[in-house]
C-alpha cells in the first residue's frame, strides 16, 4: 500500500493546494495505517475491508488517541482510498459507510489580556532580534493568523499605510486582516533593523532569521514559548495560543462571530464557534464569583 502514498500526496500538493503542514500530517496518519495494515497482513491496497478500517480506528482509541485526531485520520483514508478508485487502482471504496468517531470540542487554551500584555512586553527593543521577536508576537496577535501562515508572510504583503496584511492560508485561499495600530508600529520598527539580518542578500519574506533566511513555524514557537518563560507565565504554550487568544478576545469584547471566521479564515462558522464556550466559562465564572446566590 506505501507505494501509492507518494502520488497521493502528489495529487493533494498540486491539484488540491493542501500546505505542506498538511501534507506531512497525512504522510504520517497513511504511514501509521500501512504499519497497522501489513500487522494484519493485508496483501494489498485492494485487500482492506471497512471491518478493518473500523479495527484500525479502535485501536487508535486504545492508544490514547483523541476522537478529534482518528477523525482527522479516518478523513485521509477516506481520501485515500477514493483517490485509488478514481484512478482504478482498486475496485471499491472500503472507507465507505464508516461512521466517524463522535467528536467532541475542546475548549482551547488562552491566554488572558494581561497575560498576553506581558508576553508582548519581553522582547528587548533596544537589539534587533528583540525588535523582530516583538513584531511577530504583535502581528500573531493582532490578525490571529496562524503560526504557519506569518511565518510565510511575504514583504509585499503587508500594507502598514492602510492598515491591512494580505493573508494566503490553508488550500491558497487569500484573506484581507486589519492589522491594528500596535503591530504596524512594531513592524515599521523591525523594518529598519531588517537589512542587518540579511547581510546583503535579498528576501521576499517579511520575517528573516540571523542568517538571512525564512524562519520555520517550530522556530517561532520555541521563541513564544521562551519567552512566555521569562513573563512567567505557567499555561501550557501550543503554537495556536495567540491565534486563540485573538478570537476569544474580540468575542469578549462584543466582535460578531462572522467577522470573526473571516478573520480566522475558518470555511465552516461551526470552527469558529467553539471560542463562544470560552467566552461563556468566562461568563460562568464572573456569575459564581459575583452573584450573592451562587
Request: aromatic fraction near 8%; charge should be positive.
Amino acid at each position: 500500500m506505501e507505494e501509492f502514498i507518494t502520488p497521493f500526496l502528489d495529487y493533494l500538493s498540486v491539484e488540491r493546494g493542501l500546505s505542506r503542514n498538511t501534507i506531512e500530517s497525512y504522510r504520517d496518519d497513511l504511514k501509521q495505517y500501512a504499519a497497522f495494515s501489513l500487522s494484519r497482513k493485508t496483501a494489498s491496497a485492494g485487500a482492506v475491508t471497512r471491518n478493518e478500517i473500523t479495527e484500525f480506528m479502535f485501536f487508535q482509541k486504545e492508544k490514547g488517541i483523541d476522537a478529534n485526531s482518528i477523525s482527522r485520520r479516518l478523513s485521509c483514508l477516506r481520501m485515500f482510498f477514493r483517490f485509488l478508485v478514481r484512478e482504478r487502482i482498486i475496485r471499491t471504496d472500503p472507507t465507505d459507510l464508516v461512521e466517524s468517531p463522535k467528536l467532541w470540542k475542546k475548549i482551547p487554551d488562552t491566554l488572558s489580556f494581561n497575560e498576553v500584555e506581558a508576553l508582548l512586553a519581553q522582547p528587548p527593543l533596544r537589539k534587533p532580534q528583540g525588535m523582530r521577536d516583538r513584531a511577530i508576537l504583535e502581528t500573531l496577535y493582532a490578525t490571529g493568523m496562524r503560526v504557519s501562515e506569518v511565518a510565510g508572510l511575504r514583504k509585499d504583503n503587508v500594507h502598514l499605510d492602510v492598515g491591512f496584511v494580505r493573508c494566503i492560508g490553508k488550500g491558497n485561499k487569500e484573506r484581507i486582516i486589519p492589522l491594528g495600530k500596535k503591530a504596524s508600529e512594531a513592524i515599521e520598527r523591525y523594518l529598519a533593523a531588517r537589512p542587518g539580518f540579511l547581510g546583503g542578500k535579498e528576501s521576499d519574506l517579511l520575517f528573516i532569521s540571523r542568517l538571512g533566511r525564512g524562519l520555520s513555524r517550530q522556530s517561532i514557537w520555541k521563541m513564544i514559548k521562551q519567552y512566555a518563560k521569562q513573563a512567567r507565565i505557567k499555561k501550557l504554550i501550543k503554537p495556536h495560543i495567540m491565534r486563540h487568544s485573538f478570537a476569544t478576545h474580540l468575542l469578549e469584547r462584543g466582535a460578531d462571530l462572522r467577522s470573526v471566521q473571516e478573520m480566522l479564515g475558518h470555511a465552516n462558522i461551526s470552527t469558529t464557534q467553539i471560542y463562544t464556550h470560552v467566552n461563556k466559562d468566562r461568563l460562568k465564572s464572573v456569575h459564581k464569583m459575583f452573584h450573592p446566590r451562587p
